[in-house]
Nanobody
Framework: QVQLVESGGGLVQAGGSLRLACAAS????????MGWFRQAPGKEREFVAT????????FYVDSVKGRFTISRDNAKNTVYLQMNSLKPEDTAVYYC????????????????????WGQGTQVTVSS
């Protein structure tokens, strides 16, 4: 089992940047596919980005491509989401998720496949 704790959220003006971090404990995060999801008020949880165990493969929702970058440091058991050129529509609670996998190159974009979730961190982008 793995525990996930997100950090790095906050209030930023449109066009600004934030870097979210997700620290994993309990088991080494290198055994897990990692993902970021977000949920805005009144909306369903939405996939944002995912990264394979090795870090060699990533996948993003179209709305963040070219603006967000997911990365991982397995030595630190931490996954990051660098968010640039933020827009008001990026405002949401951002969640980190983990899915254990034997495959080092697989990515997962559906929330139902993730077994472990963090508590979320609020990102607010003002216009």
């Amino acid at each position: 089992q793995v525990q996930l704790v997100e950090s790095g959220g906050g209030l930023v003006q449109a066009g600004g940047s934030l870097r979210l971090a997700c620290a994993a404990s309990g088991r080494t995060s290198s055994s897990y596919i990692m993902g970021w999801f977000r949920q805005a008020p009144g909306k369903e949880r939405e996939f944002v980005a995912t990264i394979s165990r090795s870090g060699g493969r990533t996948f993003y929702v179209d709305s963040v491509k070219g603006r967000f970058t997911i990365s991982r440091d397995n030595a630190k058991n931490t996954v990051y989401l660098q968010m640039n050129s933020l827009k008001p529509e990026d405002t949401a609670v951002y969640y980190c998720a983990a899915e254990r996998s034997p495959d080092t190159s697989v990515v997962v974009s559906t929330s139902e496949q993730y077994d472990y979730w963090g508590q979320g961190t609020q990102v607010t982008v003002s216009s």
